[in-house]
């Protein structure tokens, strides 16, 4: 971001005026932003005419240089907010359930893969729901809720941090939920169709296979962690 102080401007004639053209369409181009300040009122039509909206115009034209810096730094704490939230979402490669494969395979299957955000108490899936999609959980928790014998009432029978799978059951079976899942904060995963799968079993059998046993293998740990679990309530 720059911000170009203009007190000290009287005039801008055609080519000035080309010039500060050209630099807020470069900067449009490469993502960056360039303000003005201190505009005097008999230069301040020909600096919103350099602009091609309006709103641009309003939102990069502030009356002095406080009000710039201050534009500036609000911008400059959102964007390092947004990298540190992305920070916190892992890539493939450091999902457990993809430790034994190769990064050719994972590029590949990212090809059919989807990213889905939901927000905090957003409903993931619903119990009943056709189970034609699973999903890789690469940031935040969900809730596993099931439904009470009344129907109103449900309660929580798990919770699945990120690097989990969600939703692989109905997947494989093709059957309806058993259960609805739901976002405990904000989530980013990726989804994986039923169709895309049967895409990656015919083109590339080798990394459905791969896949399929990750998924059983994943299956017999969360088996195991019930039965430990049963056991030690018992």
């Known amino acids: 971001m720059i911000t170009l102080d203009m007190r000290g401007v009287s005039d801008i004639d055609v080519s ?31 600096i919103k005419g350099l602009f091609q909206q309006a709103s641009e115009a309003d939102e990069l034209i502030k009356p002095d240089l406080d009000s710039a810096l201050e534009w500036m730094e609000e911008k400059s704490l959102l964007l390092h907010a947004h990298r540190r939230s992305e920070a916190d979402v892992l890539a493939l490669s450091e999902i457990d359930f993809f430790a034994d494969m190769q990064q050719i395979d994972l590029d590949r299957l990212s090809e059919v893969l989807t990213r889905k955000e939901f927000a905090p108490g957003e409903i993931i899936c619903r119990e009943g729901d056709d189970g034609d999609r699973m999903w890789l959980l690469v940031k935040g928790s969900v809730s596993v809720r099931l439904k009470l014998a009344n129907g109103q009432e449900s309660i929580r029978i798990a919770s699945l941090a990120r690097g989990t799978t969600i939703g692989e059951m109905s997947l494989i079976e093709s059957a309806r939920r058993s259960a609805s899942i739901v976002a405990d904060e904000q989530v980013v995963c990726y989804e994986l169709l039923q169709e895309s799968f049967t895409k990656i079993l015919a083109d590339y059998p080798a990394i459905a296979t791969k896949v399929l046993s990750n998924l059983a293998r994943e299956l017999s740990r969360r088996l195991r962690r019930t039965s430990e679990d049963l056991r030690n309530r018992s």
Not at 18 to 24: C, D, Q
């Open 16 to 46: 000035g005026a080309n010039i500060l053209a050209n630099l807020i369409g470069k900067g449009r181009e490469l993502k960056k932003s360039i303000l003005f300040c201190e505009i005097p009122s008999a230069q301040l039509a020909n």
